[in-house]
């Protein structure tokens, strides 16, 4: 491991590597959100898809976020990352200023109040997901870099520049295959 490297934990990023062989994972950085001994969860944050919120949610607040594919686990379920962990209940801190999940109905009120703005909060359908010792195996395979979460601002950067810009930053052999076509 990479003296840029570390463990796997909440808030850290997991940047899939150039030849990791995975369609669901191929170019993908991933937010981890838990990481223990049962496993890990995370949301694939670099992944927009061609779905507005307000045709997956009838009646919620107008707000024009991009949803984006949190990875192949339970698709038909809507999750968001946000920064108003203190105004929304029930959120989890992940860390780096960012928290996940809430009370929806808190949530509705504060974006018709305008407390929560597009640039606050991002909404996932599915999360990415491993067992028990699944992402410490695939460490060992040389499948994932885990790097820290400040590397990239999930509000602000561009999505689809992600992972080649976290690769460039890494150099050497990285600095090819960030460079290199699909």
Do not use: C
């Not at 949803?67 to 686990?73: H, R, T």
């Not at 028990?132 to 695939?138: G, I, P, S």
Request: net charge negative; charged share 25%.
């Amino acid at each position: 491991m990479s003296e840029k490297e570390s463990m796997p934990a909440a808030g850290k990023l997991l940047v899939a590597q150039p030849l990791l062989g995975d369609p669901n994972f191929d170019r993908t950085v991933v937010l981890l959100i838990e990481h223990n001994n049962e496993g890990a969860l995370g949301f694939v944050v670099n992944h927009p898809m061609d779905i507005k919120l307000e045709d997956l949610l009838v009646g919620f607040p107008e707000i024009h976020n991009k949803v984006f594919s949190g990875g192949p686990v339970q698709q038909d379920n809507l999750f968001f990352i946000h920064r108003k962990g203190d105004l929304i209940p029930g959120s989890q801190k992940i860390g780096n200023g960012l928290y996940w999940g809430g009370e929806l109905k808190p949530l509705k009120e504060m974006i018709r109040m305008n407390l929560v703005q597009e640039d606050d909060i991002r909404f996932y359908l599915g999360y990415s997901g491993w067992g028990a010792n699944q992402l410490e195996m695939e460490m060992a395979e040389d499948s994932w870099l885990v790097l820290d979460g400040d590397l990239v601002n999930i509000f602000e950067d561009e999505p689809e520049e992600m992972w080649t810009k976290i690769l460039k930053r890494q150099g050497g052999d990285f600095t090819l295959w960030a460079n290199s076509p699909f």
